[in-house]
C-alpha cells in the first residue's frame, strides 16, 4: 500500500523558514517523480514544486521561486521542500504527491494528508 | 504561462441528474488534463488523466472527454457521495496548473 506521511509543519513568524518531510513507503520511492501541493485554508489547490525521480530535475512556481527549494533522498525514501521568507500568503496545508507515471513528471496519484504551515507572529 | 478556467464555478443538482463541468485551457495542452475530487475536509482523489481515463476504482459514472483546450467531466448519475469541489489540471509541461475549482452540491 502506497503511503505518504507529510511532517514538519507548523507555526512561523513572518520571515521564517520552515522544512517539511515526506516519508514514503509501499512503492519504489526512486522511480516516480513527486510533487508539493498546497491548498490555503478555503482555497482551492495551488500547484507548488515537482522533482524527478533521481532529483536531476525541479520545478518552482514562480510564487515560490527563489524562496523555497524541493529535494529528495532515495536512500531514505524521503522528499523535502525547503520553505524561507514566509509570508501569510504561505499559510497552507501542503500536500506532498506521487506521480502518475513512472517514467516522466505527469500529474499525481497517491496523496498525503497534508501538513499545516502556518504563518503569523 | 496556460491558464485554466472551469465553469461553472459552482452548481447544485438532484440525485440521479446528469452534470457536466468544464475545464478550458487558454493553449491547447492535447490531452494532458487530469481531474480531481476533493470531498469536504478530504484529501483530493485522481478521477480521470489523459483527459479521458478512468483512475482504477473510480466509479463508471464519472467520464472524462476533450483534447486541445475544451474538456469536460461528466457525472452520469449524481451521488449524494459525489458531493466535492472538483479540479482540472493541466500537466503537458510545468506550470502543472490547476483549475479553479466547481463545487458540486446536492438540490
Known sequence: EVQLVESGGGLVQPGGSLRLSCAASGFTFSSYAMHWVRQAPGKGLEYVSAISSNGGSTYHANSVKGRFTISRDNSKNTLYLQMGGLTAEDMAVYYCARDLSGTTVTTMVYWGQGTLVTVSS | ?107
Request: charged share 15%; aromatic share 10%; glycine share 8%.
Open chain 2, 1 to 107: 504561462d496556460i491558464q485554466m478556467t472551469q465553469s461553472p464555478s459552482s452548481l447544485s443538482a438532484s440525485v440521479g441528474d446528469r452534470v457536466t463541468i468544464t475545464c478550458r485551457a487558454s493553449q491547447g495542452i492535447s490531452n494532458y488534463l487530469a481531474w480531481f475530487q476533493q470531498k469536504p475536509g478530504k484529501v483530493p482523489k485522481l478521477l480521470i488523466y489523459a483527459a479521458s481515463t478512468l483512475q482504477s476504482g473510480v466509479p463508471s459514472r464519472f467520464s472524462g472527454s476533450g483534447s486541445g483546450t475544451d474538456f469536460t467531466l461528466t457525472i452520469s448519475s449524481l451521488q449524494p457521495e459525489d458531493v466535492a469541489t472538483y479540479y482540472c489540471q493541466k500537466y503537458n509541461s510545468a506550470p502543472r496548473t490547476f483549475g479553479p475549482g466547481t463545487k458540486v452540491d446536492i438540490k
